[in-house]
């Protein structure tokens, strides 16, 4: 086939598989533009469509009107659960499990925390060298108040992983999908692992809930974080989340003792007394607009069957990586070659990611890159389109032809994960 | 005087005071009914007009358009800073002092141990028996996480705080103004005499910023924090604030490290350096949603002189006890009798004080109850009119009339301080 040839194919085999395409309805409930490919949804979700109305409501009616007595008339005082419970579903855990709060970096803090206190302060934590930063940081930092100050913290590569969780570690804290890498980890086996050599295991959810199954409980998992804006689109810096297994609960107390986490917030006590279960990992006054905002944006997994978001998810990275392959723009794969063995995410590395990435942005393709050579392509069932995926590669190819990436220099404060 | 001689001669004052009242304009820039009568904005201030159309700017131009972009096309990335910047001159700070994130109790967290931690972890917390729970626990909490285990708390009762603060006093913790009886300490006595010890000051000013000059430089105050959501207007549960003194910023490193607090957060490096200055404060991505919310509502500031706010409040907790006094209604007084040792709250008691407060709300006039016999009046010198105040007298006299107020029973999940 002649290039031109194999273009046309292309182009012919997007339609079919956008007319196959059973979540292709999903898009209609975001505000995304038509004429922009929107492929960092796993940095920040785009707006869900009924967000705008639940705010509204929240201020023009709750707070304006109903003021101080919303916290009971509206649910706010509930948020944390009732949301916790909305985002338990999408982690396969049953309810009174998952609890909706603080940011990830707190949360993360959290249930280190607890996870050493059952372990006795004794043994190590253990992570991948390449975790996202803040995980990495509150382990560090666990040490600065670990009551025996001797807490060894182990990071190592990828694929050493398994071999080093042996009886030496306590805690295996690791993120799901690798941020830069897009590589997924294999959740089953490593908490399994984990488990045998008595280790607790903390998976950080962010770049995988909302795109994949997880099966939090079958897999007996500890403990898990998540972020709430990215793939579950709350909005920028929405609130995150706790999932702490059932048995856990009421094993230890969380370090953050806020009156939200109180047995009974408004006796306002003079003595900390925990709330039993998962309420006792709130900390501080839930911050309402910000929750009010995932809360509505979860309406989009209402009837969405996640075995079909992960496999339209596998195609689109698929489709992304053969069409980028016949169009013979020099980026090199990244990310794991086997669709299985990827998150929901396609990453490139190239010496001119920066420029690559900003030419694609004027030209209407939003991806993005991270320091110093990668371009991150997010890829989301819900509302990314083969088409999408395809007009993209045209679009970088034109970058590559007309040398759009060229002399164009990093700004290091431009993107945000 | 006859008591119909004595209601209408002060109807008539409330009224000689409304119309010399300098405020008197800003309450349009709020969007109270004006059939109801809100006597707790120290709970939750009710919403600045402003405020709707700014989050309506940042979901549906901001997040629905630009997505990503707006962490840097419209300044996301750098609210929690200059949020606090507008804070600042709020509590007497001068700029690079004051950072805007999470919640009042996370925030409590990172002062206290760092203040412990320039002390060498050597004396003991002093605090105030009945501080506000939250702040209570996390000094009971941070001896959980203590390197050495053996930090002392000591709490004394309010009268008994000067005669405590010796040299076994490393860190003295209060709040500005009690959340129950409305008492505001000496808060330029107290850090003066805590120095004079060689102690660290920290002073939560949650209920106190917004309504009174506050001069944490001029004082040389410490630490402090506060949240956004009481008289600062920034809606339900809007973000916390720190301040921390410039000559202490750089001496230690708060205890939650995350990655917006990282002197180069988009380097991801492997390991935490923490920003200079004020901003190492930070630790996870900023709930946006709930920032623009509170960076709105603090126009309402913009030109207003907190002598003349400290002066009307001071006036209105007089209107309202003396007609209160007149009225004969048998609530005692629980806050302290001199405007001056009052923060913008005046407090009662009442062995039915969950029925009286109940009632008034069905009549349309809002304060708030405390367990087990407090009811609380909030005065907000820049909505609440004189005659708010000698309306919300009348109705109350009216419950005692008619008996409104009892048989009432108490839910304690309803008020929310």
Not at 222 to 227: E, K, S, T
Not at 283 to 307: C, E, K, N, Y
Not at 336 to 353: K, L, M, Y
Request: a negative charge.
């Amino acid at each position: 086939m002649t290039q031109a040839d194999e273009l046309r194919a292309s182009v012919q085999h997007s339609m079919d598989l956008d007319a196959r395409d059973s979540l292709a309805g999903w898009r209609q409930q975001f505000t995304l533009a038509g004429d922009e490919i929107y492929l960092d949804g796993n940095s920040l979700g785009p707006m869900p469509r009924c967000v705008p109305a639940a705010l509204e409501t929240t201020l023009r009616s709750h707070w304006q009107n109903d003021l101080i007595r919303s916290w009971n008339d509206h649910g706010w005082i509930d948020l944390p659960i009732t949301l916790g419970e909305k985002i338990a579903p999408l982690l396969g855990a049953a309810p009174g499990q998952v609890v909706c709060t603080d940011s990830t970096s707190i949360n993360l803090f959290k249930v280190l925390h607890v996870a050493m206190q059952i372990q006795g302060w004794k043994g190590s934590i253990l992570s991948e060298a390449d975790n996202f930063p803040t995980d990495l940081y509150m382990a560090e930092n666990l040490r600065a108040v670990a009551p025996r100050g001797a807490l060894a913290f182990e990071r190592v590569a990828s694929e050493d992983l398994a071999e080093a969780i042996d009886g030496s570690v306590s805690v295996l804290l690791l993120s799901h999908v690798n941020f830069r890498t897009g590589a997924l980890h294999d959740l089953v086996d490593l908490t399994a692992r984990a488990h045998q050599a008595g280790a607790l295991v903390i998976w950080d959810l962010s770049h995988s809930a909302g795109v994949m199954n997880i099966e939090l409980d079958a897999c007996q998992v500890d403990f898990a974080v998540g972020c709430g804006y990215k793939f579950l689109n709350g909005g920028p810096g929405a609130p995150g989340y706790i999932y702490v297994a059932e048995r856990h609960q009421n094993s230890a107390r969380q370090p953050l003792w806020g009156w939200m986490g109180h047995a009974e917030p408004f006796q306002f006590a003079p003595r900390y007394e925990p709330a039993p279960g998962i309420k006792r990992y709130l900390t501080g006054t839930p911050a309402i607009l910000s929750m009010v905002a995932l809360d509505a944006a979860l309406a989009v997994f209402d009837d969405l069957d996640l075995t079909l978001a992960r496999q339209k998810s596998k195609q689109l990275g698929e489709h992304l990586k053969d069409l980028i392959t016949v169009s013979g723009v020099p980026l090199k794969l990244l990310s794991p070659s086997d669709a299985e063995a990827r998150g929901s995410q396609v990453s490139f590395t190239h010496h001119c990611a920066y420029g690559v990435v900003q030419a694609l942005i004027e030209l209407g393709v939003i991806g993005d890159f991270r320091a110093p050579n990668i371009i991150r392509f997010g890829l989301n069932p819900l509302f990314n389109s083969f088409q999408d995926i395809e007009r993209a590669v045209v679009l970088l190819k034109q970058v590559f032809d007309e040398g759009r990436h060229l002399e164009r220099r990093f700004d290091e404060r431009k993107p945000v994960t």
